[in-house]
């Protein structure tokens, strides 16, 4: 026997506007292809491409019925004007209500109209609790501010999150975090699930001076507070993600506004766009104490900016690109005192790395990946590291200028990009200025307080120019098989076959070797550019060349 609840208002009658509960028909054929609510972060694909679209993200299905689900599962469903209540995936309660061609709603007079606590309830002024699935349909716009919700709860039980498709939601001056009941905090274990914030298909979700926290977990695009689909877009100004699975997370979204916000003690990492957005514009944010990376954006972000952030004391990289998220600008910030690497690109190109400040980090700035290719680095700040900045793996075309390199521990570049062009700058207190081992050229640059200037190893092949160098142990040392072209550089104390401050002739490739040796260096280029790219969570050691 099929029992269909009718939910009542507290004073036992139905509100007003509401609609009886529809009977389910003889046949469901609908949930026979929907996934299990039991799985809410899968998504069903249509093709093999990783552009193909994907069908609705399973959360939304909350709100289809008649589709039987656990009897505590419920959703509040906000449809041009109508709100659908369902329970168990069974129509409840339909309410007359204005929204969309009327103009933006309020959350606080959306709950008044349910006048259910069963779905949504304020438990003292200005604090509300959501215990259903809080959905916007296409068209619709829900503003959830301060003064009238100052705290939104999003209680901790099946199915509940916030979100839309093609909607529009603006938080402002509102703390929304996830709610156990049972301990009167938040959940802060994300195990099991926790609620969290999704807008997707063109939609556009607006965050302005809130705090959003402990949300999300590790399910789909379920991580936290989420941009996903079909270029949606929004702006997040002035606001603090605290403890979700991811800070935020883009996937396809464009043009989002991120500026003057706060990315900390995330599980995993701090802000992370994904799949195929662009236009990003992330300025003057901080984030520092995430589970990973500070700032990563991967698998196709583009043509985006990164500008005056602080990127610190992260367990990852401070700030990372990666997996062809080409074309985009690091510019002005500060990156310090991360546990791996500071600024990265790995397996992205055309990337423009400017007048950053990086220090205390592991390696400063490090550009590898088979795909790494045409990245500037230019009038950087690169202090206190193992390595200063090091190009290997794959990575080619680098162009360098102008950086000051200070204080690293083993070596002040590491150079292994084949045609890279370093040129200008300086580098001052380190065992080994600059390392080369592939064809590479440097120009203008001084090197200063280092054991020794420059090394060519057997693979190197090395166009110098201008260069002044000076060394307590060796200017320029060249390993055997290593190849170099010397012009109008100074160098103390000077190469055993060079005389004191006397340039070398235009054409004194040393040492001397033959047609073979040429060959077997471009071999064995060729053979490291198909070193494994993907190291972008746990990165090989950085390599230090044998001084012997």
Same mark, same amino acid.
């Given at each position: 026997?099929?029992?269909?609840?009718?939910?009542?208002?507290?004073?036992?009658?139905?509100?007003?506007?509401?609609?009886?509960?529809?009977?389910?028909?003889?046949?469901?054929?609908?949930?026979?292809?929907?996934?299990?609510?039991?799985?809410?972060?899968?998504?069903?694909?249509?093709?093999?491409?990783?552009?193909?679209?994907?069908?609705?993200?399973?959360?939304?299905?909350?709100?289809?019925?008649?589709?039987?689900?656990?009897?505590?599962?419920?959703?509040?469903?906000?449809?041009?004007?109508?709100?659908?209540?369902?329970?168990?995936?069974?129509?409840?309660?339909?309410?007359?209500?204005?929204?969309?061609?009327?103009?933006?709603?309020?959350?606080?007079?959306?709950?008044?109209?349910?006048?259910?606590?069963?779905?949504?309830?304020?438990?003292?002024?200005?604090?509300?609790?959501?215990?259903?699935?809080?959905?916007?349909?296409?068209?619709?716009?829900?503003?959830?501010?301060?003064?009238?919700?100052?705290?939104?709860?999003?209680?901790?039980?099946?199915?509940?999150?916030?979100?839309?498709?093609?909607?529009?939601?603006?938080?402002?001056?509102?703390?929304?975090?996830?709610?156990?009941?049972?301990?009167?905090?938040?959940?802060?274990?994300?195990?099991?699930?926790?609620?969290?914030?999704?807008?997707?298909?063109?939609?556009?979700?607006?965050?302005?001076?809130?705090?959003?926290?402990?949300?999300?977990?590790?399910?789909?695009?379920?991580?936290?507070?989420?941009?996903?689909?079909?270029?949606?877009?929004?702006?997040?100004?002035?606001?603090?993600?605290?403890?979700?699975?991811?800070?935020?997370?883009?996937?396809?979204?464009?043009?989002?506004?991120?500026?003057?916000?706060?990315?900390?003690?995330?599980?995993?990492?701090?802000?992370?766009?994904?799949?195929?957005?662009?236009?990003?514009?992330?300025?003057?944010?901080?984030?520092?104490?995430?589970?990973?990376?500070?700032?990563?954006?991967?698998?196709?972000?583009?043509?985006?900016?990164?500008?005056?952030?602080?990127?610190?004391?992260?367990?990852?990289?401070?700030?990372?690109?990666?997996?062809?998220?080409?074309? #985009? $600008? /690091? *510019?002005? !910030? +500060?990156? %310090?005192?991360?546990?791996?690497?500071?600024?990265?690109?790995? &397996?992205? =190109? @055309?990337?423009?790395?400017?007048?950053?400040?990086?220090?205390?980090?592991?390696?400063?700035?490090?550009?590898?990946?088979?795909?790494?290719?045409? #990245? $500037? /680095? *230019?009038? !950087? +700040?690169? %202090?206190?590291?193992?390595?200063?900045?090091?190009?290997?793996? &794959?990575? =080619? @075309?680098?162009?360098?200028?102008?950086?000051?390199?200070?204080?690293?521990?083993?070596?002040?570049?590491?150079?292994?990009?084949?045609?890279?062009?370093?040129?200008?700058?300086?580098?001052?207190?380190?065992?080994?200025?600059?390392?080369?081992?592939?064809?590479?050229?440097?120009?203008?640059?001084?090197?200063?307080?280092?054991?020794?200037?420059?090394?060519?190893?057997?693979?190197?092949?090395?166009?110098?120019?201008?260069?002044?160098?000076?060394?307590?142990?060796?200017?320029?040392?060249?390993?055997?098989?290593?190849?170099?072209?010397?012009?109008?550089?100074?160098?103390?104390?000077?190469?055993?076959?060079?005389?004191?401050?006397?340039?070398?002739?235009?054409?004194?490739?040393?040492?001397?070797?033959?047609?073979?040796?040429?060959?077997?260096?471009?071999?064995?280029?060729?053979?490291?550019?198909?070193?494994?790219?993907?190291?972008?969570?746990?990165?090989?050691?950085?390599?230090?060349?044998?001084?012997?």
């Amino acid at each position: 026997m099929v029992v269909i609840a009718l939910v009542l208002s507290p004073l036992g009658t139905r509100p007003a506007g509401a609609h009886p509960v529809e009977p389910a028909p003889p046949s469901v054929d609908v949930c026979s292809i929907e996934r299990s609510a039991d799985s809410p972060g899968e998504a069903i694909g249509t093709g093999t491409s990783d552009r193909d679209r994907f069908e609705e993200f399973s959360p939304f299905r909350v709100t289809k019925y008649p589709c039987p689900r656990a009897p505590d599962v419920r959703s509040l469903y906000v449809a041009p004007g109508v709100l659908e209540l369902t329970e168990g995936g069974r129509l409840a309660r339909r309410i007359d209500f204005p929204s969309s061609a009327q103009g933006p709603v309020s959350f606080e007079a959306i709950v008044e109209a349910v006048a259910d606590p069963e779905w949504a309830t304020e438990v003292e002024p200005g604090v509300f609790e959501l215990t259903a699935a809080f959905v916007q349909a296409p068209g619709t716009t829900v503003t959830i501010a301060a003064p009238r919700v100052q705290t939104l709860r999003l209680v901790d039980r099946p199915g509940v999150f916030f979100g839309g498709r093609g909607a529009t939601a603006r938080f402002e001056g509102v703390a929304v975090t996830s709610w156990s009941r049972e301990r009167q905090a938040p959940d802060e274990e994300p195990a099991d699930g926790r609620p969290f914030v999704l807008y997707q298909e063109a939609a556009r979700l607006d965050v302005v001076n809130s705090e959003m926290s402990y949300l999300g977990s590790d399910r789909g695009s379920a991580y936290g507070v989420a941009w996903r689909l079909g270029g949606s877009t929004g702006e997040v100004l002035g606001s603090t993600f605290a403890h979700n699975f991811f800070g935020v997370y883009t996937f396809e979204a464009t043009g989002i506004v991120f500026r003057d916000n706060v990315f900390r003690d995330n599980i995993l990492y701090g802000f992370d766009p994904h799949d195929f957005t662009t236009g990003l514009v992330v300025e003057d944010n901080v984030a520092y104490g995430n589970g990973s990376h500070g700032f990563i954006v991967s698998r196709g972000v583009t043509d985006s900016v990164l500008r005056r952030n602080h990127s610190h004391d992260n367990a990852g990289n401070g700030i990372m690109m990666d997996s062809s998220s080409d074309r #985009n $600008r /690091i *510019e002005a !910030n +500060l990156v %310090e005192n991360n546990a791996k690497d500071g600024i990265v690109l790995l &397996g992205s =190109a @055309d990337n423009v790395v400017v007048d950053n400040v990086v220090r205390g980090n592991r390696v400063g700035i490090r550009v590898n990946g088979l795909e790494s290719t045409a #990245n $500037r /680095i *230019e009038g !950087n +700040l690169i %202090e206190g590291h193992e390595i200063g900045l090091q190009a290997y793996g &794959g990575a =080619a @075309d680098m162009v360098a200028i102008d950086n000051t390199v200070l204080d690293s521990s083993q070596m002040g570049m590491a150079l292994e990009a084949p045609r890279s062009q370093v040129g200008g700058g300086e580098i001052r207190r380190a065992p080994r200025g600059v390392g080369i081992r592939t064809a590479t050229s440097l120009s203008g640059m001084r090197i200063s307080d280092v054991d020794e200037g420059v090394v060519v190893a057997a693979t190197g092949i090395a166009d110098l120019e201008q260069l002044q160098v000076s060394a307590r142990e060796s200017s320029l040392r060249v390993e055997d098989g290593g190849l170099i072209e010397l012009r109008g550089s100074t160098m103390i104390p000077p190469p055993p076959f060079d005389q004191p401050s006397a340039p070398a002739d235009d054409n004194a490739w040393l040492p001397f070797a033959g047609v073979a040796a040429i060959l077997t260096a471009l071999l064995l280029e060729l053979i490291r550019w198909r070193r494994e790219r993907h190291d972008d969570v746990t990165p090989a050691p950085a390599q230090v060349w044998n001084r012997a």
